[in-house]
């Protein structure tokens, strides 16, 4: 069973860069077919779909922070992160990462979630 | 961009049946999935692909899609139910979630 692990500041300043980690263990982040993704929550909110990364490094992310989001991945590491540029208080949020596999059209695992701040 | 629209909440009674929509353009061409989060938790799978259930989701938990229009059905619905519910769906290369509805049993 793949378990996923977000990491990374709770805590970032206004107009700084964001930045966590998603760590895959009990299955290698190469599998056939996956793709891993962001996914963020503000609290009481609906969900939000960040973008994803394949393994052999395409990408795709929300039209709608497209232009500060970069998702990579390190297979050496069994890791995917996310960068996330200019941050407003409008980033605060719980952020989850998340597998999803082609065919399946779904995120069938996700893990816990980590909350970041976004304050001076 | 694609929207994908929900109730916010829909209440149902122990036992009974609850049924939650999802609406968006077309969405019958696309595969829709349906999440469960309940509070403190991440996100759970309860149907994908319209209506394929995971393993270890109970089978009271269906799915249907069809013209605009996705539903989520829970037949014999349990206290354990109650959680927030979203649907989600591919455009393109652009994931995109419903923005939830609150099932309430009681």
């Known amino acids: 069973q793949v378990q996923l692990q977000e990491s990374g500041p709770g805590l970032v300043k206004p107009s700084q860069t964001l930045s966590l980690t998603c760590t895959v263990s009990g299955g290698s982040i190469s599998g056939d077919s996956y793709y891993w993704s962001w996914i963020r929550q503000p609290a009481g909110k609906g969900l939000e779909w960040i973008g994803r990364v394949y393994t052999i490094g395409s990408t795709s992310y929300n039209p709608s922070l497209k232009s500060r989001v970069t998702i990579s991945v390190d297979t050496s590491r069994n890791q995917f992160s996310l960068k996330l540029t200019s941050v407003t208080a409008a980033d605060t949020a719980l952020y989850y990462c998340a597998r999803g596999r082609d065919g399946y059209n779904s995120f069938d695992s996700w893990g816990q979630g980590t909350l970041v701040t976004v304050s001076s | 961009s694609y929207e994908l629209t929900q109730p916010p909440s829909v209440s149902v009674s122990p036992g009974q049946t609850a049924s939650i929509t999802c609406s968006g353009d077309k969405l019958g061409d696309k595969y829709a999935s349906w999440y469960q989060q309940k509070p403190g938790q991440s996100p759970l799978l309860v149907i994908s692909q319209d209506k394929k259930r995971p393993s270890g989701i109970p089978e009271r938990f269906s799915g249907s899609n069809s013209g605009n229009t996705a539903t989520l059905t829970i037949s014999g619905t349990q206290a354990t139910d109650e959680a927030d519910y979203y649907c989600?769906?591919?455009?393109?290369?652009?994931?995109?979630f419903g923005g939830g509805t609150k099932l309430t049993v009681l």
């Open positions: 989600q769906a591919w455009d393109s290369t652009t994931a995109v």
